[in-house]
């Protein structure tokens, strides 16, 4: 006879997770103790906050593809939330198992009404046998909706037995979803489009990964050039010469100017979009390609050319179709726009001013050196621009960050828990001073605590960039300001990370000379187990479009044409 910890134990690995990260607590104590006590359960990974542990489950599933797993106690629902939230805004799929005390007005109720806001699906268990079921739909429905789902189970029936029921089965293994195939005439429709398009800019987002081969396919046919979402980032090789970088309000100029010079859009899974990027109605024609009608970031009152149904299947069913184009001039313009903007890059990272180093050189010293198969996590702030510009993947790396929520601290329990999905792979966070105070601190306890196994990897390089500076909110505020030369206005404690880091029995480098960026990145990359490593890095080094801005300004053009100009606006 099991209880249904055990059984969800069981379960839980039948559905293909084999790690919950979590807090403890005594609502969920049986759970864990039923995951830290059986062989074939899950492992489990306690994070220093709720926030973290689900963040992690979020990593998870970006990552593997599968299912993510946390847990918690009801007292903590409230924590668990913004992580959730990330993963809810992101469409991965997680699941939350809550653990609830009895209260005077039912058991769990409250963390329910919490959960279901974020949740695809949200249940309470109430007695031991509607356990495995209730499991089983959760699962099913955080993967086919590709969501949150939450479940809210007392302690006393997570320690009550379930008389006669088996710990695992084979019914209990949610079914992957089935490819969904295009109706004929839509891809006849949009064929049609897209042949007959003399500018064609493809936009490849976070739902349409698995196309990304046959999207490279159609834009090497139609002469088209191709920019991809933040989530979407390592979908294709940053080496292929009509790829433009990430198409987002602060993202790649290159990108922006494919999207604006355009006749005909095809976006593909690209339900991560920004709409604003958008170009207007008119003058434009749109093809859209989404798993549901509800996917496309476009509006129902905006025409376009529509195809539902997987996103791979619905581009090799238009792509014998289509209609090589005859001239290639916009290809070469493509290719051009490109070159000219990495050569850019490439003059913007060698330059320094005074001794400080250039953040935009970390990360293309990086770039260059970036281990077969990397997994590279970044936060927001310009940790986020450093990558958007100068980071080059090559095939078979990964990159993962919180996308459409930009959580400030995500990307230390993100790659926490890339390291442990993907014990093979090189992991490499890039994260400012600012994120990094904003709990990537404490979980370096978590990689502390797991240092004996960890120190056998791959390398886990934290990378924090120490400027002393809340810096793209700085940008913003400058660019707003019409002066660039504003006092610093988000100050960030200043703090000793490499030695923080020592003192918590991590390995540390700390770097603050321009001229050995290169070489500090290559001796780090060739070990093994983590390390943290602080750059001191200038904070007077624009991002790119803190620069465009200014130079819109100057020019007396009265502000820049590309979309982000509105996000630079401050309100009063």
Same mark, same amino acid.
């Given at each position: 006879?099991?209880?249904?910890?055990?059984?969800?134990?069981?379960?839980? !690995? +039948? @559905?293909?997770?084999?790690? #919950? /990260?979590?807090?403890?607590?005594? %609502?969920?104590?049986?759970?864990?103790? &039923? =995951? $830290?006590?059986?062989?074939?359960?899950?492992?489990?990974?306690?994070?220093?906050?709720?926030?973290?542990?689900?963040?992690?489950?979020?990593?998870?599933?970006?990552?593997?593809?599968?299912?993510?797993?946390?847990?918690?106690?009801?007292?903590?629902?409230?924590?668990?939330?913004?992580?959730?939230?990330?993963?809810?805004?992101?469409?991965?799929?997680?699941?939350?198992?809550?653990?609830?005390?009895?209260?005077?007005?039912?058991?769990?109720?409250?963390?329910? !009404? +919490? @959960?279901?806001?974020?949740? #695809? /699906?949200?249940?309470?268990?109430? %007695?031991?046998?509607?356990?495995?079921? &209730? =499991? $089983?739909?959760?699962?099913?429905?955080?993967?086919?909706?590709?969501?949150?789902?939450?479940?809210?189970?007392?302690?006393?029936?997570?320690?009550?037995?379930?008389?006669?029921?088996?710990?695992?089965?084979?019914?209990?293994?949610?079914?992957?979803?089935?490819?969904?195939?295009?109706?004929?005439?839509?891809?006849?429709?949009?064929?049609?489009?897209?042949?007959?398009?003399?500018?064609?800019?493809?936009?490849?987002?976070?739902?349409?990964?698995?196309?990304?081969?046959?999207?490279?396919?159609?834009?090497?046919?139609?002469?088209?050039?191709? %920019?991809?979402?933040?989530?979407?980032?390592?979908?294709?090789?940053?080496?292929?010469?009509?790829?433009?970088?990430?198409?987002?309000?602060?993202?790649?100029?290159?990108?922006?100017?494919?999207?604006?010079?355009?006749?005909?859009?095809?976006?593909?899974?690209?339900?991560?979009?920004?709409?604003?990027?958008?170009?207007?109605?008119?003058?434009?024609?749109?093809?859209?390609?989404?798993?549901?009608?509800?996917?496309?970031?476009?509006?129902?009152?905006?025409?376009?050319?529509?195809?539902?149904?997987?996103?791979?299947?619905?581009?090799?069913?238009?792509?014998?179709?289509?209609?090589?184009?005859?001239?290639?001039?916009?290809?070469?313009?493509?290719?051009?726009?490109?070159?000219?903007?990495?050569?850019?890059?490439?003059?913007?990272?060698?330059?320094?001013?005074?001794?400080?180093?250039?953040?935009?050189?970390?990360?293309?010293?990086?770039?260059?050196?970036?281990?077969?198969?990397?997994?590279?996590?970044?936060?927001?702030?310009?940790?986020?621009?450093?990558?958007?510009?100068?980071?080059?993947?090559?095939?078979?790396?990964?990159?993962?960050?919180?996308?459409?929520?930009?959580?400030?601290?995500?990307?230390?329990?993100?790659?926490?828990?890339?390291?442990?999905?993907?014990?093979?792979?090189?992991?490499?966070?890039?994260?400012?001073?600012?994120?990094?105070?904003?709990?990537?601190?404490?979980?370096?306890?978590?990689?502390?605590?797991?240092?004996?196994?960890?120190?056998?990897?791959?390398?886990?390089?934290?990378?924090?960039?120490?400027?002393?500076?809340?810096?793209?909110?700085?940008?913003?505020?400058?660019?707003?300001?019409?002066?660039?030369?504003?006092?610093?206005?988000?100050?960030?404690?200043?703090?000793?990370?490499?030695?923080?880091?020592?003192?918590?029995?991590?390995?540390?480098?700390?770097?603050?000379?321009?001229?050995?960026?290169?070489?500090?990145?290559?001796?780090?990359?060739?070990?093994?187990?983590?390390?943290?490593?602080?750059?001191?890095?200038?904070?007077?080094?624009?991002?790119?479009?803190?620069?465009?801005?200014?130079?819109?300004?100057?020019?007396?053009?009265?502000?820049?044409?590309?979309?982000?100009?509105?996000?630079?606006?401050?309100?009063?």
């Amino acid at each position: 006879m099991v209880n249904v910890s055990e059984l969800v134990a069981a379960r839980l !690995r +039948h @559905l293909g997770v084999d790690r #919950v /990260y979590g807090t403890p607590g005594l %609502a969920v104590d049986p759970l864990i103790g &039923a =995951l $830290r006590g059986a062989p074939a359960a899950p492992g489990f990974v306690q994070a220093r906050g709720e926030e973290s542990a689900a963040l992690m489950a979020c990593a998870q599933a970006k990552l593997t593809g599968g299912l993510g797993c946390c847990a918690a106690s009801g007292t903590g629902v409230l924590r668990l939330l913004a992580g959730l939230y990330d993963a809810a805004a992101d469409r991965a799929p997680v699941l939350a198992l809550v653990g609830a005390d009895p209260a005077p007005r039912g058991p769990g109720s409250r963390a329910v !009404r +919490h @959960l279901a806001e974020v949740s #695809v /699906y949200c249940e309470e268990v109430s %007695a031991p046998e509607l356990a495995g079921d &209730a =499991l $089983r739909r959760a699962a099913l429905a955080a993967v086919t909706d590709r969501g949150v789902a939450s479940l809210v189970v007392p302690r006393g029936v997570l320690a009550a037995d379930v008389p006669g029921e088996p710990p695992g089965e084979d019914g209990s293994v949610t079914p992957a979803p089935q490819a969904r195939q295009p109706a004929a005439d839509d891809v006849r429709r949009a064929a049609e489009a897209l042949s007959g398009a003399g500018r064609l800019a493809i936009v490849l987002g976070n739902a349409g990964r698995a196309a990304g081969g046959t999207a490279s396919r159609v834009a090497q046919l139609l002469g088209a050039g191709v %920019a991809t979402t933040a989530l979407a980032r390592d979908a294709l090789p940053d080496d292929l010469p009509y790829l433009t970088g990430v198409a987002g309000p602060l993202g790649s100029e290159a990108a922006a100017a494919l999207l604006r010079e355009c006749d005909t859009l095809l976006l593909v899974g690209a339900e991560d979009l920004d709409p604003a990027l958008l170009p207007g109605p008119h003058g434009c024609r749109i093809v859209t390609v989404d798993r549901e009608p509800g996917d496309c970031p476009l509006g129902g009152d905006v025409a376009a050319v529509r195809v539902n149904g997987d996103a791979a299947a619905c581009l090799e069913a238009v792509l014998p179709l289509l209609r090589r184009a005859p001239r290639r001039g916009r290809r070469t313009r493509v290719e051009r726009l490109v070159r000219d903007w990495r050569a850019e890059g490439e003059a913007r990272s060698s330059r320094y001013f005074g001794t400080s180093v250039n953040p935009r050189s970390v990360v293309a010293e990086l770039s260059g050196r970036l281990p077969d198969r990397s997994v590279v996590v970044t936060d927001s702030g310009t940790a986020l621009d450093w990558w958007t510009r100068h980071l080059r993947l090559r095939d078979g790396m990964r990159s993962l960050l919180s996308g459409q929520l930009g959580l400030p601290g995500a990307a230390v329990p993100y790659a926490v828990a890339a390291r442990f999905a993907a014990p093979d792979r090189p992991v490499i966070a890039l994260v400012g001073d600012g994120a990094f105070q904003s709990g990537g601190l404490n979980e370096l306890i978590t990689v502390r605590r797991h240092l004996d196994r960890l120190a056998k990897l791959p390398p886990l390089v934290f990378c924090v960039f120490n400027n002393g500076d809340l810096n793209r909110l700085t940008w913003q505020r400058r660019a707003a300001d019409g002066d660039p030369l504003v006092p610093p206005s988000a100050e960030v404690p200043a703090l000793p990370y490499a030695e923080l880091a020592r003192l918590a029995g991590l390995p540390a480098v700390r770097c603050d000379r321009p001229r050995f960026v290169g070489s500090v990145w290559a001796d780090v990359l060739a070990g093994r187990g983590p390390v943290l490593l602080e750059f001191v890095v200038d904070g007077e080094t624009p991002p790119d479009w803190a620069v465009a801005v200014d130079a819109a300004r100057n020019s007396g053009r009265g502000g820049p044409r590309n979309p982000l100009a509105k996000l630079l606006r401050v309100p009063g």
